[in-house]
């Protein structure tokens, strides 16, 4: 069946240094990857996502790059602060119209100051 | 607020009672999304609607979850009987077309005692 896979996870880095989170998806059908974060008691929050007519994407101190041939995608944070101390879920559409996403099983970041 | 909202925010109720909970989506977003999450995991899709349609359930709902969305505008979703292993936090997300960025509400956390 469907299925994401996300590694590692958790993640613990210094301030300031660069963190990378991988996953892998299953359905080769999938052309859509957001990323999302979610702080202790709140909802996930999209960050970043990428389509799949592009290899790779940036928004300041976040980027995402995207291998369709292997299926699988990753995260990049660089100049880590200690607000980007979260869960951080990756997800792909599957299914029936594609409409539901899939998410991976979360990687807890820390950044320590 | 013209974001995802959800009520009530949180629910606790005796093992074997109904509860509802009830999601109203960003305005214009055909399409509205239910998850479950529990501690430590990422959100589990459960069903979906665009507009007033249900176009997938998961395999995974029990016939005790039942999800309306009657005039395609807000969703409710009532479990009969709960159980224990109902506890969660119970998310909605929206979004605008197929294959969109899905927005999350603030969910509503269960607890079945």
């Known amino acids: 069946g469907e299925n994401v896979e996300q590694h590692p996870s958790t993640l613990s880095v210094q301030e300031g240094d660069s963190a990378v989170i991988k996953c892998t998806y299953s359905d080769s059908a999938s052309n859509y990857f957001p990323w999302y974060k979610q702080e202790l008691g709140k909802r996930p929050q999209l960050i970043i996502d990428i389509r799949s007519n592009v290899g790779e994407k940036k928004d300041q101190r976040i980027a995402v790059t995207l291998n369709k041939t292997a299926k699988h995608f990753s995260l990049h944070i660089t100049e880590t602060q200690p607000e980007d101390s979260a869960v951080y879920f990756c997800a792909a559409p599957s299914g029936n119209q594609g409409g539901k996403l899939i998410f991976g099983q979360g990687t807890e970041l820390s950044v320590k100051p | 607020d013209t974001g995802v909202s959800q009520n009530p925010r949180h629910k606790i109720t005796k093992r074997g009672q109904n509860v509802t909970f009830r999601c109203d989506p960003i305005?214009?977003?055909?399409?509205l999304y239910w998850y479950r999450q529990t501690l430590g995991q990422g959100p589990e899709f459960l069903t979906y609607?665009?507009?007033?349609?249900?176009?997938?359930k998961s395999r995974l709902l029990s016939d005790r979850f039942s999800a309306e969305r009657p005039k395609g505008s807000f969703s409710t979703l009532e479990i009969q009987r709960t159980e224990q292993g109902d506890s969660a936090m119970y998310l909605c997300a929206s979004s605008q077309n197929h294959a969109e960025t899905q927005y999350f509400g603030p969910g509503t956390r269960l607890l079945v005692l």
């Open positions: 305005s214009e977003h055909n399409r």
């Open positions: 609607f665009q507009n007033e349609a249900q176009l997938e």
